[in-house]
């Protein structure tokens, strides 16, 4: 049992845990952040006080701020030393998806845009 | 926990090219969080295939008459119940703590059964109303991303199993803390995609 419990890897400093984890607390904070901004999301979709073209876009600022939320206080991921590669990761990831998601969305109503009958 | 800090106060003076190879914890963390941007990458594929398709209802019922906004938002507070439960049993596996790894999982893995559950219940609705993934185009793409999030929250719920079992006859070795701290991000990321998830297919839905 012991030497399994020693099997600690090269450049681990023994008996210091990570720092990349959070505390309750880190827990706490970004799930009341995140309740706001579901609450208000979900606020945001059935109200009339929003001018009703506004409302996807306001939709998606909510999303991405609550992602920004889950990825900081849940995931943990922050631009400190031992994580730029994660953040660099994470950096060409929402670049590829942003490239995915919009460039499909342009293409297929460009192309339903030049498929549409001529209005006689 | 002074020699802890004085260490890393140590640590932090060395310049990153002196440091030799980085530890087995951030290499693993490094190569799963890979894992999970290429698994997100799946994801808006789906989105992008959603937001194509989510006009395309072949003359049946669109996404206005088929959405339950209070049953989504129970779901929504499950998923994010279960994230926070999830960060902290992975903070008690840190700690070594047990039972309160056994008391944060077993919570985590009952929202998550409850999520599924409610999920799964809304898939036999629409198909016992006959809006089925055969129906449209906007039906499948709405299947595909929303079944492709569930199929996911599915393999988490076995591997939390997996993980508790690992605690129970191994104990907190390295290796299985490293492997809990993998599952804390993929429960994480679960719960991100689920944001997306929620704001377009049903909130978008107008």
Known sequence: ????????????????????????????????????????????????????????????????????????????????????????????????????????MIIMANLNHNMMMPVE | MSAAEHTLAGSAEIPVSLRGPASTRVVAGFGFWLFLLSDILIFAALFAAYSVLSGETAGGPSATDLFDRKHVFIETLCLLASSVTCGFGTLAVQRAQAAMVYFWMTLTFLLGATFLALEIGE????????????????????????????????????WMIVMLIQVATLGFRPMVVRRFFCFGLFWHALDIVWVGVFTIVYLGAR
């Open chain 2, 123 to 158: 898939f036999r609705d629409l198909v016992a109303r006959g809006a089925g993934p055969s129906h449209s185009a906007f039906l499948s793409a709405f299947f595909t991303l929303v079944g492709t999030h569930g199929l996911h929250v599915t393999l988490g719920l076995c």
């Open chain 1, 1 to 104: 049992m012991e030497p399994q419990l020693q099997q600690s890897a090269q450049g681990d400093t023994p008996g210091v845990s990570a720092q990349t984890h959070g505390t309750h607390r880190t827990y706490l904070i970004g799930l009341g952040y995140a309740l706001v901004l579901t609450l208000t999301s979900f606020w945001a979709a059935s109200t009339d006080l929003v001018f009703p073209p506004g409302v996807p876009v306001l939709l998606g600022v909510l999303a991405i701020a609550q992602m920004g939320v889950h990825l900081v206080f849940f995931l943990n991921i922050s631009s400190a030393p031992d994580q730029t590669n994660n953040f660099l990761a994470l950096a060409f990831g929402i670049f590829a998806v942003a490239l995915i998601v919009f460039g499909s």
